[in-house]
């Protein structure tokens, strides 16, 4: 599904089926930890201790460091976005809970996304109850949800206007560009999400193109062959 925000003009194939996020979910998930700063539930400067039974394979580097290392939680988002860090994305949901996740995405009208548990199992929240999203793994949306999140996020209001700018500038860092963003001209900015699974591709951002900024959310899964390359 894709949406240029300026001229209000969309398109969609199958944009209300339900997918598998992969990593995608992590901006969701993001955006309950800005709810729960606002609200002073915890703080970004809220320490975190990574211990040898939370680090978590995959995408990421705190795997890397040595255990007991102290970050706090500002760090844990950002490296969640920006290198879509899997242990930071189990350590966050540790902080904030997935069930808070996706009560605040009710909140929004974006029933159709849930942060269902942490990478590699266990926090698993009570949407993960349900067999049919069980098997969705880490998290399911639709295309549409998800642009309609990007969406309103540019437009100022999740959280507050101040926090949907950090949101997005934090996406903007982000540091997978091998999907919507892998031929865009520097000129040509981004802000995006991307998932993976061995048999799925997702990326999710707006395009802030002299057309107009089009966000935008495109997932593949049943890929007949499991090939990590662009």
């Given at each position: ?20 996020t ?19 539930k915890?703080s ?10 939370k ?33 930071a ?15 605040f ?5 974006l029933?159709q ?35 309609k ?5 540019e437009n ?7 926090a ?25 900015p981004?802000a ?26 495109i ?12």
């Open positions: 599904y894709a949406k240029n925000l300026d001229t209000g003009k969309d398109f969609g194939i199958r944009s209300d089926e339900q997918v598998r992969a990593s995608t979910i992590k901006l969701p998930i993001m955006t309950e930890v800005f709810r729960q700063v606002a609200q002073g915890v970004w400067d809220d320490e975190i201790i990574l211990t040898k039974e680090k978590q394979g995959g995408s990421g580097i705190l795997f890397e460091l040595s255990d007991n290392t102290k970050i706090d939680l500002r760090t844990a988002v950002n490296l969640m976005i920006v290198v879509s860090d899997n242990t994305t189990n350590l966050v949901l540790d902080k904030i809970g997935a069930d808070n996740v996706n009560n995405l009710d909140t929004l009208g029933n996304t849930r942060s269902l548990r942490k990478i590699g199992g266990g926090g698993d929240s009570k949407a993960n109850s349900d067999p049919r999203l069980r098997l969705f793994g880490i998290g399911v949306s639709s295309p549409r949800n998800m642009v999140l990007l969406e309103m996020l100022g209001q999740i959280v507050s206007k101040e949907s700018t950090e949101m997005l500038n934090i996406l903007k860092r982000q540091q997978y560009k091998d999907g919507i963003g892998r031929n865009l001209p520097d000129t040509v981004s995006s999400k991307s998932g993976a699974l061995d048999r799925l591709r997702s990326d999710v951002g707006i395009i802030y193109t002299r057309r107009g900024r089009i966000a935008m959310a997932t593949v899964d049943d890929m007949p062959e499991v090939q990590y390359v662009p």
